[in-house]
């Protein structure tokens, strides 16, 4: 059984009628999206989708969720989405997938961000997952050059091709820093942001409400912040 799965079937319980819903992106995301396609098909519940990628768009669609812009939004009831690491305290690194500008915009006009992954992102602190840093093309080598001075690797993502360099939904570049162990979330998502260049990082300090860890045996597990995380 696949964990992804178990933990957004259930994540996707938390969805009612009348809801704005936020849609994550990545391949967790995508079992929620699919999930609540299903519920619109089977219980008749009426949604609306705040997509976070153009990919996410496009699936949405495909499972006949209505979609409206962020901008358009009084606010999110509700966001899905998934993530590359959690710390003990629901701290997350997202942007694996390089959607995490928008994924951050949905997240933080959410009245509830709901986390859900398998036990393998599952960390007592973060870092050992790249941390994503999107950053405005014109001079990214110039960014580059000033994050080096917060990490000693930071790489450019590039396609699989290993020649074209990655470009998000946005057309921002994505730098990758190799930093092992993050301490302080909150401070290094400070520093970074301050950096010229920088659009946001892949840090998501404080933003989630639950996460739901889906486990191959079926079962799961639901974590909200607090002395106990």
């Not at 001079?139 to 990655?166: A, Y």
């Not at 921002?172 to 950096?195: F, M, Q, T, V």
Request: charged share 20%; proline share 5%.
């Amino acid at each position: 059984m696949d964990a992804k799965a178990v933990a957004a079937r259930r994540a996707v319980l938390l969805v009612k009628t009348g809801m704005t819903v936020g849609l994550g992106s990545g391949s967790t995301a995508t079992f929620a999206i699919r999930f609540i396609g299903e519920r619109i098909r089977s219980e008749g519940i009426r949604v609306v989708g705040v997509p976070t990628s153009n990919s996410t768009n496009a699936l949405a669609e495909a499972e006949g969720i209505p979609l409206v812009d962020l901008t358009r939004t009084d606010g999110i009831d509700l966001t899905i989405d998934g993530a590359d690491e959690v710390d003990a305290c629901l701290n997350l690194i997202k942007g694996g997938g390089g959607a995490l500008v928008r994924e951050k915009l949905v997240a933080a006009a959410s009245k509830q961000l709901v986390i859900i992954c398998d036990d393998s992102k599952m960390h007592s602190s973060l870092g050992k997952f790249p941390l994503p840093v999107a950053v405005v093309p014109f001079g990214w080598h110039t960014t580059r050059e000033r994050l080096l001075r917060i990490c000693p690797t930071v790489s450019l993502r590039k396609l699989p091709n290993g020649d074209t360099p990655f470009v998000t939904d946005d057309g921002n570049l994505i730098l990758d820093l190799h930093l092992d162990c993050i301490p302080d979330p909150g401070a290094l998502e400070a520093a970074i942001r301050s950096i010229v260049g920088v659009v946001d990082v892949g840090l998501f300090v404080g933003l989630a409400s639950r996460v739901v860890v889906g486990y191959s045996d079926g079962t799961c597990q639901e974590r909200t912040p607090g002395p106990t995380n």
